[in-house]
Nanobody, 124 residues
Framework: QVQLVESGGGLVQAGGSLTLSCAAS????????MGWFRQAPGKEREFVAA???????SYADSVKGRFTISRDNAKNTVYLQMNSLKPEDSAVYYC??????????????????WGQGTQVTVSS
């Protein structure tokens, strides 16, 4: 069982920045794939970014060049640095982990465990 706890959400003006953190339990965090997803009201959960144990990353087209995913394996933590935020980035952001990934997962159903989510609101 892996527990994920997100933090760092909040209210920010358009053009601003936020950094989300996700702390994970588990002794083999360094081997997990980690992902960030988001879900706005009335919309499906969508992929934002993912990072493999080796440092490979993947981003949704809508956030490329603005968001950066990184991980600190010593702290069992993954981060999502969000810059140049837009009102359409407003959503609940979820952290997720895949325990033994074959490849870097980018679909929600591929992940094994999820955090409780943290709200990000971008005002115009």
């Amino acid at each position: 069982q892996v527990q994920l706890v997100e933090s760092g959400g909040g209210l920010v003006q358009a053009g601003g920045s936020l950094t989300l953190s996700c702390a994970a339990s588990g002794r083999t965090f360094s081997s997990y794939a980690m992902g960030w997803f988001r879900q706005a009201p009335g919309k499906e959960r969508e992929f934002v970014a993912a990072a493999s144990w080796s440092g490979s990353t993947s981003y949704a087209d809508s956030v490329k060049g603005r968001f950066t995913i990184s991980r600190d394996n010593a702290k069992n933590t993954v981060y999502l640095q969000m810059n140049s935020l837009k009102p359409e980035d407003s959503a609940v952001y979820y952290c997720a982990t895949k325990i033994r990934p074959f490849a870097l997962p980018v679909r929600a159903y591929e992940y094994d465990y999820w955090g409780q989510g943290t709200q990000v609101t971008v005002s115009s």
